[in-house]
């Protein structure tokens, strides 16, 4: 048992209760890190257990902390899986977490979760080019339809014009992938509530307001503080960070949400194996420091390509000025621009392969948030399944790269970007 009180826990910070919130070594022989629970099925003390256990699961009773609901089969429930839900939980300051097995499994399975035939959704373009294949051609199949808004400062008006009674989300990526564009997002939840209240007893409003928070978070921002229903993860990104792991998170703070979300992730069986989940649990014991550092060597990559002569525009939150019409939602939103970082080369593809055949620091991979810098071509990678619409809204041409950047020593990268620009 832990010796804080639950008031002393409410006052230390995530990345100290990420040593140790949500285990009890004692129930583990001692061990000072939680121990990988390979085990599929648990055992019931006694049948009337097993039988109460199914009960809270499917939703009977009053909602319960899942903790208390007791261990059943690891499509279920898991220390592993719950132990890493409850530690990042808290860096969002949010009441519960469901783990994934990707990031992709957390969208899907929240979307389904969350909409039904005939729903609307409002997506802030651009998002990640399976987020966009999965809305288009998956979603649209159950008949739910999707409009599309680029993102950025019009956006809540331009969403305004398309709610209908039959919306039922709108979808932000923040910031967006890959042109980091940012959407004011207590603005778009005031346009939900406004268009459709939310009904008694709910903490959701009936228009829920979902973001994918991969890009900046959770150390740079925490989208419920300013009105998200959903916030979603790729944690295979900074959480996980070390380019080793697969997996994703959904949270909320409303217990119907919750309920929904589980109740879908133990039917569609997109649940992390508990090795996945112990693997992102360790990382996120690193991910403050992780994140400090890639953001520190961001800020002087972006003011190194802001210079450069072969560089027509960076998008990198830390260069907006109070004149961007963006900058007051960087600051309402964000406590740091993160590391991701787009620019336009000049140029088009040809030498945007040129200046990525040269990297030699840097890797030519996709993917993002990790301790190694990675670089890649949205337009023919990442999102090469958009539709020329949503690559026109997303502002995903043949000149953009994106750069994660790592922690490797910053006068190294910024030598490796300067050699490769200069080879094109
Ligand atoms: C913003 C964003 N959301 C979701 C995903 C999907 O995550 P995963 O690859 O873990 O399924 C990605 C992947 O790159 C992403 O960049």
Same mark, same amino acid.
């Given at each position: 048992?832990?010796?804080?009180?639950? $008031?002393?826990? @409410?006052?230390?910070?995530?990345?100290? &209760?990420?040593?140790?919130?949500? /285990?009890?070594?004692?129930? #583990?022989?001692?061990?000072?890190?939680?121990?990988?629970? !390979?085990?599929?099925?648990?055992?019931?003390?006694?049948?009337?257990?097993?039988?109460?256990?199914?009960?809270? =699961?499917?939703?009977?009773?009053?909602?319960?902390?899942?903790?208390?609901? +007791?261990?059943?089969?690891?499509?279920?429930?898991?220390?592993?899986?719950?132990?890493?839900?409850?530690?990042?939980?808290?860096?969002?300051?949010?009441?519960?977490?469901?783990?994934? =097995?990707?990031?992709?499994?957390?969208?899907?399975?929240?979307? !389904?979760?969350?909409?039904?035939?005939?729903?609307?959704?409002?997506?802030?373009?651009?998002?990640?080019?399976?987020?966009?294949?999965?809305?288009?051609? /998956?979603?649209?199949?159950?008949?739910?339809?999707?409009?599309?808004?680029?993102?950025?400062?019009?956006?809540?008006?331009?969403?305004?014009?398309?709610?209908?009674?039959?919306?039922?989300?709108?979808?932000?990526?923040?910031?967006?992938?890959?042109?980091?564009?940012?959407?004011?997002?207590?603005?778009?939840?005031? !346009?939900?509530?406004?268009?459709?209240?939310?009904?008694? +007893?709910?903490?959701?409003?009936?228009?829920?307001?979902?973001?994918?928070?991969?890009?900046?978070?959770?150390?740079?921002?925490?989208? @419920?503080?300013?009105?998200?229903?959903?916030?979603?993860?790729?944690?295979?990104?900074?959480?996980?960070?070390? %380019?080793?792991?697969?997996?994703?998170?959904?949270?909320?703070?409303?217990?119907?949400? !919750? +309920?929904?979300?589980?109740?879908?992730?133990?039917?569609?069986?997109?649940?992390?194996?508990?090795?996945?989940?112990?693997?992102?649990?360790? %990382?996120?014991?690193?991910?403050?420091?992780?994140?400090?550092?890639?953001?520190?060597?961001?800020?002087?990559?972006?003011?190194?390509?802001?210079?450069?002569?072969?560089?027509?525009?960076?998008?990198?939150?830390?260069?907006?000025?109070?004149?961007?019409?963006? /900058?007051?939602?960087?600051?309402?939103?964000?406590?740091?621009?993160?590391?991701?970082?787009?620019?336009?080369?000049?140029?088009?593809?040809?030498?945007?392969?040129?200046?990525?055949?040269?990297?030699?620091?840097?890797?030519?991979?996709?993917?993002?948030? #990790?301790?190694? $810098?990675?670089?890649?071509?949205?337009?023919?990678?990442?999102? #090469?399944?958009?539709?020329?619409?949503?690559? &026109?809204?997303?502002?995903?041409?043949?000149?953009?790269?994106?750069?994660?950047?790592?922690?490797?020593?910053?006068?190294?990268?910024?030598?490796?970007?300067?050699?490769?620009? =200069?080879?094109?």
């Amino acid at each position: 048992m832990s010796k804080l009180t639950d $008031s002393e826990s @409410a006052r230390l910070h995530p990345e100290t &209760l990420a040593l140790s919130h949500g /285990f009890d070594p004692w129930l #583990s022989e001692g061990a000072i890190k939680p121990p990988v629970f !390979l085990t599929s099925t648990f055992a019931f003390k006694q049948a009337a257990d097993g039988k109460q256990f199914f009960a809270w =699961a499917h939703g009977e009773g009053a909602p319960r902390p899942k903790h208390e609901m +007791g261990l059943i089969y690891s499509r279920i429930n898991n220390p592993n899986l719950e132990i890493f839900e409850d530690r990042v939980a808290l860096w969002e300051g949010m009441k519960d977490a469901y783990s994934f =097995a990707s990031g992709m499994a957390a969208i899907a399975t929240t979307l !389904l979760a969350t909409h039904n035939p005939g729903d609307e959704m409002i997506v802030c373009a651009p998002v990640y080019g399976g987020t966009d294949s999965l809305i288009h051609v /998956f979603l649209a199949r159950f008949g739910i339809k999707a409009h599309f808004v680029p993102a950025g400062i019009d956006a809540p008006a331009l969403a305004e014009k398309l709610i209908t009674p039959h919306t039922r989300s709108i979808f932000i990526e923040s910031p967006a992938n890959p042109n980091n564009r940012l959407t004011d997002i207590a603005r778009m939840k005031a !346009l939900a509530l406004h268009h459709a209240p939310a009904p008694a +007893g709910s903490s959701a409003g009936r228009i829920l307001v979902i973001v994918d928070n991969t890009m900046a978070g959770p150390v740079f921002a925490q989208p @419920a503080r300013v009105g998200a229903d959903v916030v979603l993860y790729s944690a295979t990104k900074f959480i996980g960070g070390h %380019s080793d792991v697969v997996g994703g998170v959904a949270l909320a703070n409303d217990d119907a949400l !919750l +309920g929904a979300i589980a109740h879908h992730r133990a039917m569609l069986g997109g649940m992390p194996n508990p090795y996945t989940a112990w693997l992102l649990t360790r %990382s996120l014991e690193t991910l403050k420091i992780r994140a400090e550092e890639q953001q520190r060597n961001a800020v002087r990559v972006a003011a190194f390509l802001a210079q450069h002569p072969k560089v027509r525009k960076v998008c990198f939150l830390g260069l907006l000025t109070p004149a961007d019409p963006e /900058f007051a939602t960087y600051q309402k939103q964000h406590t740091g621009p993160g590391s991701l970082i787009s620019f336009y080369i000049r140029g088009g593809e040809k030498e945007a392969f040129a200046f990525l055949d040269h990297l030699k620091v840097v890797r030519l991979a996709v993917s993002l948030g #990790s301790t190694e $810098s990675l670089a890649s071509h949205p337009s023919s990678m990442t999102h #090469s399944g958009l539709t020329p619409a949503d690559k &026109l809204l997303g502002e995903v041409t043949d000149d953009l790269v994106r750069l994660s950047i790592g922690i490797e020593h910053v006068d190294d990268l910024i030598w490796d970007l300067d050699q490769a620009l =200069a080879a094109i």
